[in-house]
T-cell receptor, first 111, second 116 residues
Framework: KQEVTQIPAALSVPEGENLVLNCSFT??????LQWFRQDPGKGLTSLLL?????REQTSGRLNASLDKSSGRSTLYIAASQPGDSATYLC??????????FGAGTRLTVKP | DTAVSQTPKYLVTQMGNDKSIKCEQN?????MYWYKQDSKKFLKIMFS???????INETVPNRFSPKSPDKAHLNLHINSLELGDSAVYFC???????????????FGPGTRLLVL
């Protein structure tokens, strides 16, 4: 059974800092991994999708890496801004209509 | 001009009642989804429709019944509500169906359901 864990559950950093969010999964037989952002009272926004054959994806200040063999992914946020404050969720897909989410990391970037 | 909208945003009701949550997308997408986010913040997929056809039907009590009158709408009807149904329900859509969830999904703002 696939389990997805995100550590830490909450993170608070001063503005301008670079930070890393972690996601681990127990079953390495995945097809892709996605990172989402969830703002309070709003739905999720897809940030990055990494196929199982890829090692990383970049979008602006965001860089996501994937190490399938060790069951880990990281989301790197450069030069954090208060607007980055949100909950970040990772989700893995194993195909067969199976997609599992982590519980998220709640990020607060202080001005 | 909201892309994916849900109504109502909040729903408070008594155990045993029947309620519906509506979802509409104006993106012209073929695929729509319902997710449940529990108190521990885990999101789980419940249903998916592609071109009005049921694609995913996870292990969900049959008190939950999705209905898709057309490609732009996917409503969720819940019978005989129970305390454990309290959660946030998210609707989402994607341009096409991808069995590996590789299509970008656009989420609605969620419906917060509280069963008393």
């Amino acid at each position: 059974k696939q389990e997805v864990t995100q550590i830490p559950a909450a993170l608070s950093v001063p503005e301008g800092e670079n930070l890393v969010l972690n996601c681990s999964f127990t079953d390495s037989a995945i097809y892709n991994l996605q990172w989402f952002r969830q703002d309070p009272g709003k739905g999720l926004t897809s940030l990055l999708l990494i196929q199982s054959s890829q090692r990383e994806q970049t979008s602006g200040r965001l860089n996501a890496s994937l190490d399938k063999s060790s069951g880990r992914s990281t989301l790197y946020i450069a030069a954090s801004q208060p607007g980055d404050s949100a909950t970040y969720l990772c989700a893995v897909s194993r195909g067969n209509n199976d997609m599992r989410f982590g519980a998220g990391t709640r990020l607060t970037v202080k001005p | 001009d909201t892309a994916v909208s849900q109504t109502p945003k909040y729903l408070v009701t008594q155990m045993g009642n029947d309620k519906s949550i509506k979802c509409e997308q104006n993106l012209g997408h073929d695929t729509m989804y319902w997710y449940k986010q529990d108190s521990k913040k885990f999101l789980k997929i419940m249903f998916s429709y592609n071109n009005k056809e049921l694609i995913i039907n996870e292990t969900v009590p049959n008190r939950f019944s999705p209905k898709s009158p057309d490609k732009a709408h996917l409503n969720l009807h819940i019978n005989s509500l129970e305390l454990g149904d309290s959660a946030v329900y998210f609707c989402a859509s994607s341009r096409n169906w991808g069995r590996f969830f590789q299509e970008t999904q656009y989420f609605g703002p969620g419906t917060r359901l509280l069963v008393l």
